[in-house]
């Protein structure tokens, strides 16, 4: 029997029950469901009785108030990802895996932003101060004047706030943040929502600018709190494959700006230093491109970005053959070699297949498609593309190649990097010195990569 008040929370996507159950029935995620005492936010609606309502005064879109300025942290690829400079008033919400650099990165940002001139606070709940002033120190940032502090309560962090005016907070994370107003523990979907709604408030009320660091789950999701992403303007992620020095910080959601943007960072003894040019980043430099290589022109937010897909395709020793894929959504690849199978007579069934992008960096577009396919294509029939020569284009399951975004950009980058040749849709037309290889049919492009004809 549940207690007075008591309610049963899904700590994954923190819909509310009213009894236990093994299973939520919201999102279906097992053993999930924790008791949480339920009490009133505060500034919810209290019970009408008795209250006189006011109405509402509206206003118009034109305003005489000039927007605030945004402030630009220094760090110019975290800058560009928030949409040119964080906001004032706005609140971030920066998730990723542990140990990626969350802390690194705010640590950093926080840095450069006070050696501007804005004041800036880093509130640590998981490093004390001593750690946090000795990661600075390594990373040539000791001279910045932020406040640092460590601290879990929240009381305290709202108390601290509200006396000292500051332009910029980072709280380190928000899953270690606690509220005395409620009895759940740290971490859990009531603890985690009412903390970051009223830090939200404040961030609102004073004009402070508030960075929450939040933990990732197993399965990618911001722990717990997915109820957080929707109380924030602004959900960054940051990304990296283990063994890479490359870090992404990929906007998800922008109230103040686009959210394909990304920044790229690269990791060094020195903490993260940007990248700013990162087009030829994820290229394998020297050396002849194998078959099962085939070298994608993508565009990553407003840049273009050079990188290679490799595929292996190797008879299987199994029943069930492997699919194994690296930076790519496995859906799409299961996609791409049912339309080889099935409209280009190439066969999978009994063979293994991997694709890789190399350099850690996840691809998202539909562009990459025909890339994907054409590594696929060139390890199964065992032909190498030519060196000079870049894929893009979307397979659709009728088996057409159709256009993408800005062919012309991809090709002039692609050409500036010393690309000569294009494989790609028909509709492209030759930009900056690169020729086109139209197709627009997968089967042409299966052809010509088996014929070895480049004309
Ligand atoms: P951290 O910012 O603590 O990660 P998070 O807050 O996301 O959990 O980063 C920790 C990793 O970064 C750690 O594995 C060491 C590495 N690192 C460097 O390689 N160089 C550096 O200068 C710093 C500060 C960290
Ligand atoms: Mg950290």
């Not at 990373?139 to 932020?146: E, F, V």
């Not at 640092?148 to 709202?158: H, K, Q, V, W």
């Not at 380190?172 to 005395?180: C, G």
Request: proline share 4%; aromatic share 6%.
């Amino acid at each position: 029997m549940a207690r007075d008040g008591a309610l049963y929370v899904c700590q994954s996507c923190g819909a509310t029950h009213a009894k236990w159950s093994g299973q939520c029935s919201a999102c279906n995620a097992w053993n999930t469901l924790v008791e949480e005492i339920a009490s009133r936010p505060p500034g919810a609606l209290a019970p009408a009785r008795g209250a006189k309502a006011r109405g509402l005064s509206f206003e118009g879109l034109a305003s005489e108030t000039p927007s605030p300025q945004r402030i630009s942290t220094g760090v110019a690829e975290f800058d560009r990802v928030c949409g040119g400079g964080v906001v004032p008033g706005s609140a971030i919400l920066l998730g990723g895996d542990p140990g990626v650099g969350k802390s690194t990165l705010l640590l950093q940002v926080c840095a450069e932003a006070a050696r501007r001139g804005a004041r800036c606070a880093y509130i640590s709940g998981e490093e004390a101060v001593e750690q946090i002033r000795s990661r600075a120190h390594r990373m040539g940032l000791a001279d910045a004047p932020i406040n640092l502090a460590a601290e879990t309560a929240l009381r305290d962090i709202l108390d601290g706030l509200k006396r000292d005016p500051f332009d910029l907070v980072v709280i380190d994370s928000i899953q270690t943040l606690w509220s005395d107003a409620h009895e759940a523990g740290p971490g859990s979907v009531t603890q985690v929502r009412a903390c970051a709604g009223e830090l939200i408030r404040l961030a609102k009320k004073k004009g402070v600018a508030v960075i929450l660091v939040g933990h990732v789950t197993k399965d990618g999701q911001i722990a717990g709190p997915r109820v957080v992403e929707h109380m924030v303007d602004a959900v960054l992620s940051f990304e990296g494959e283990r063994g890479y020095p490359f870090r992404i910080l990929r906007g998800a959601k922008n109230r103040f700006g686009a959210t394909d943007e990304i920044g790229v960072f690269e990791m060094g003894d020195s903490g993260l230093s940007e990248v700013k040019n990162p087009s030829a980043l994820f290229l394998n430099e020297g050396g002849q491109r194998a078959a099962g290589a085939a070298v994608f022109a993508g565009l990553e937010g407003s840049r273009p970005v050079l990188v290679e897909f490799q595929a292996l395709v190797a008879p299987s020793a199994y029943g069930t053959p492997r699919r194994a894929v690296v930076g790519w959504d496995s859906g799409r690849l299961a996609m791409v070699l049912a339309v080889l199978e099935a409209r280009c007579g190439l066969g999978f069934g009994t063979r293994d297949v991997y694709l890789n992008v190399a350099g850690g960096l996840r691809i998202s577009e539909p562009a990459a498609d025909l890339a994907a396919a054409a590594a696929l294509a060139s390890s199964a029939v065992d032909v190498a593309l030519p060196q000079d020569c870049v894929v893009f284009g979307e397979v659709s399951l009728s088996g057409d190649v159709r256009p993408v975004s800005r062919m012309e950009s991809r090709l002039k980058e692609a050409a500036k990097l010393g690309f000569a040749r294009a494989l790609a849709p028909s509709s492209a037309a030759e930009a900056g010195g690169c020729v086109v290889t139209g197709v627009s049919r997968l089967m042409d492009a299966i052809d010509r990569i088996r014929e070895e004809r480049w004309d």
